[in-house]
């Protein structure tokens, strides 16, 4: 399997809802990223966990909040967004550690079409 | 500062026709320089990956080359097709500290029939 998922592929939230983005890959990769992707703009870095844990934060407003409960899933919480936040949201994944190839190729899933009102 | 800056930002070709993107990049340090396609709509999907001292790689229709010297990439589509249509991104990993890619702003293409 060399394919990072990704679900829902549509979400619209109001501004008070409660939502949860999730990602999943069985590549056996230990870190994974969070991307925002505003409409003709390249992706944004949001947050990466290596080796299930929180390396980097790009200085991410907490109304995200990323949890990886293991290396296969990544998910990020959302509460309290607001209309700008309506953007796509990509997971990628790749090798770390012991493993890491020289290229570190990230895998992108499809993303997350996320409207807010 | 790290950048990637490709262009054209947007190009329209007929369909069966060549057409070549540029991207050029300050990062340092250079680990590799990939070239991404992007659907509307869809995450990126890697086309080639270069290193320091590959200067040309083909996938298909698509040829990258780079020169590390002046800094310059180019990605280089044969014989145009309408799926072809899509944002072409430039990506240059650098090894400070940690793997951290540096994504270009893109070229969208539209292949016309």
């Known amino acids: 399997d060399t394919e990072v998922t990704q679900t829902p592929k549509h979400l619209v939230m109001g501004m008070t809802n409660k939502k949860s983005l999730k990602c999943e890959q069985h590549?056996?990769?230990?870190?994974m990223y969070w991307y925002k992707q505003k409409a003709k703009k390249p992706p944004e870095l949001m947050f990466v966990y290596s080796y299930e844990k929180l390396s980097i934060n790009e200085s991410v407003p907490s109304r995200f909040s990323p949890e990886c409960p293991n290396s296969s899933l990544l998910n990020l919480h959302l509460h309290a967004l607001q209309p700008e936040d309506s953007a796509l949201y990509l997971c990628?994944?790749?090798?770390?550690?012991?493993?890491?190839?020289?290229?570190?190729?990230?895998?992108f899933g499809p993303g997350t079409r996320l409207t807010v009102l | 500062k790290n950048q990637v800056e490709q262009s054209p930002q947007s190009l329209i070709i007929l369909e069966g026709k060549n057409c070549t993107l540029q991207c050029n990049y300050t990062v340092s340090p250079f680990s590799n320089l990939r070239w991404y396609k992007q659907d509307t709509g869809r995450g990126p999907v890697s086309l080639t990956i270069m290193t320091f001292s590959e200067n040309t790689k083909s996938n298909g229709r698509y040829t990258a080359t780079l020169d590390a010297d002046t800094k310059q990439s180019s990605l280089h589509i044969t014989a145009s097709q309408l799926s072809d249509s899509a944002s072409y991104i430039c990506?240059?990993?650098?090894?400070?500290?940690?793997?951290?890619?540096?994504f270009g702003t893109g070229t969208r293409l539209k292949v016309l029939a």
């Open positions: 990628a994944s790749s090798q770390e550690g012991k493993k890491r190839s020289s290229y570190n190729e990230q895998f």
């Open positions: 990506v240059v990993v650098t090894t400070s500290g940690t793997y951290k890619y540096i």
């Open positions: 590549m056996g990769h230990r870190a």
